[in-house]
């Protein structure tokens, strides 16, 4: 079955951790994005990537890492300077940037809750 | 002003009923427009792309309308499956790789 997978389901941190966000997508799309939804609120982007090798920062980057060594994988690593990391964190893929291939399909998403 | 406005709602409707959504959008250049729907802490999935045309998908209809800068989503014969929350997208002001989302507007839909 082809599709993009998160783990973990749901994650804890203590303050002053960092912490690694998986996403691995067998979809063989080019881009693949982070977004952050907080309760009642829409998404915002983390980071995107639009091929191996290459990022960009998006809306609220701060506080946050990624690499794209593999098309397939896109880790997400929350570092101890986001001074709110408690959020639901999703990831999606595209199958290009620009449109009209530009729809994109999102993973299950990582609950994570800084304790 | 926000790149993408929706009504929050809640929208209650009764099952059988049509109802409509409207999302107005900042940025006259945008090329792409989806409704994605997101159930209470699950992802959001692809409901549909919007074309210039309009499209339909069974109970669902798009409309886009460039000169007023909105889209719109008619949902007819409402079912209790429906109740979700419907996200409008639109790609970004500085880059088309971009996609903007709305906060979404939710739908009860009641026996």
């Known amino acids: 079955d082809g599709g993009i997978t998160q783990s973990p389901k749901y994650l804890f941190r203590k303050e002053g951790q960092n912490v690694t966000l998986s996403c691995e997508q067998n979809?063989?799309?080019?881009?693949m994005y982070w977004y952050r939804q907080d309760p009642g609120q829409g998404l915002r982007l983390i980071y995107y990537?639009?091929?191996?090798?290459?990022?960009q920062k998006g809306d609220i980057a701060e506080g946050y890492s990624v690499s794209r060594e593999k098309k397939e994988s896109f880790p997400l690593t929350v570092t101890s300077a986001q001074k709110n990391p408690t959020a639901f964190y999703l990831c999606?893929?595209?199958?290009?940037?620009?449109?009209?291939?530009?729809?994109?399909?999102f993973g299950p998403g990582t609950r994570l809750t800084v304790l | 002003r926000k790149e993408v406005e929706q009504d929050p709602g809640p929208f209650n409707v009764p099952e059988g009923a049509t109802v409509a959504f409207n999302c107005t959008y900042s940025?006259?250049?945008?090329?792409?427009f989806f409704w994605y729907r997101q159930d209470c802490r699950k992802e959001p999935k692809l409901l549909m792309s919007?074309?210039?045309s309009g499209n339909e998908d069974g109970r669902f209809t798009a409309q886009l309308n460039r000169a007023s800068q909105y889209i719109s989503l008619l949902i007819r014969d409402s079912k209790l499956s429906d109740s979700a929350t419907y996200l409008c997208?639109?790609?970004?002001?500085?880059?088309?790789?971009?996609?903007?989302f709305g906060s979404g507007t939710r739908l009860l839909v009641r026996p």
């Open positions: 999606a893929s595209s199958i290009a940037g620009a449109p009209p291939y530009n729809e994109q399909f």
């Open positions: 997208v639109v790609n970004g002001m500085d880059s088309s790789y971009k996609l903007i």
């Open positions: 990537s639009q091929i191996v090798n290459d990022f």
């Open positions: 940025n006259s250049a945008s090329q792409s």
């Open positions: 919007v074309y210039s």
């Open positions: 979809l063989n799309h080019d881009a």
